[in-house]
């Protein structure tokens, strides 16, 4: 059974920036692409930034330059740094993993806040 728990959502002023962590389970993010998601109030589920196992990374146009994904697999983890926050990243920011048997797994989500 895969787990992801998030941490590291708040309310930060803009300009600000937080950085995100999923701890995963039961599941070696070295060899699975992994990756984050948001959910902004009455939008769509969208793709924030991910990573593959080579280590090939995408960002959404809307954060790039200030957003960067990246992993520690001695820890089993994944990051998101944030800097440079806009209102508009207001959102519930999700952890995914999709493993090399192509299962998909989701976190719980972890509020991200910004104040103009």
């Known amino acids: 059974q895969v787990q992801l728990v998030e941490s590291g959502g708040g309310l930060v002023q803009a300009g600000g920036s937080l950085r995100l962590s999923c701890v995963a389970s039961?599941?070696?993010?070295?060899?699975?692409?992994v990756g984050w998601y948001r959910q902004g109030p009455g939008k769509q589920r969208e793709l924030v930034a991910s990573?593959?196992?080579?280590?090939?990374?995408v960002y959404a146009d809307s954060i790039k330059g200030r957003f960067t994904i990246s992993r520690d697999n001695a820890k089993n983890t994944i990051y998101l740094q944030m800097n440079s926050l806009k209102p508009e990243d207001t959102a519930v920011y999700y952890c995914?993993?999709?493993?090399?048997?192509?299962?998909?797994?989701w976190g719980q989500g972890t509020q991200v806040t910004v104040s103009s």
């Open positions: 990573i593959t196992s080579g280590g090939s990374t």
């Open positions: 039961g599941s070696r993010v070295s060899s699975s692409a």
């Open positions: 995914n993993v999709l493993t090399v048997l192509r299962n998909m797994y």
